[in-house]
């Protein structure tokens, strides 16, 4: 019904840069809320970035400055522009949408996620 693919994932230095994108395909009405989650091996996952259909945004404090989420919504794609990328941003992002499939159902979504890793 629906899928979220994530790409853009990799290896880069300190400092590098990355952009991940996450894609909607299926059959739905629309889409809410887009995010951006990360797990690190050994940790809980973690809120990176959501936006709002209307493009309101909030990020996680340790990412503020650093990342930048957006959306097309014409595309019904969501993307995290990640910079001055830390080692501490070694992690499997997810992508996550809130979808309405018709006008009385809203279901949550995630992709199956893409490695980013940051090396010293």
């Known amino acids: 019904q629906v899928q979220l693919a994530e790409s853009g994932g990799g290896l880069v230095q300190a400092g590098g840069s990355l952009r991940l994108s996450c894609a909607a395909s299926?059959?739905?009405?629309?889409?809410?809320?887009m995010a951006w989650y990360r797990q690190a091996p050994g940790k809980q996952r973690e809120l990176v970035a959501v936006i709002t259909s209307g493009g309101s945004t909030n990020y996680a404090d340790s990412v503020k400055g650093r990342f930048t989420i957006s959306r097309d919504n014409a595309k019904n794609m969501v993307y995290l522009q990640m910079n001055s990328l830390k080692p501490e941003d070694t992690a499997v992002y997810y992508c996550n949408a809130d979808v309405d499939r018709d006008f009385r159902i809203r279901v949550a979504y995630w992709g199956q996620g893409t490695q980013v890793t940051v090396s010293s």
């Open positions: 299926g059959r739905f009405l629309s889409i809410n809320l």
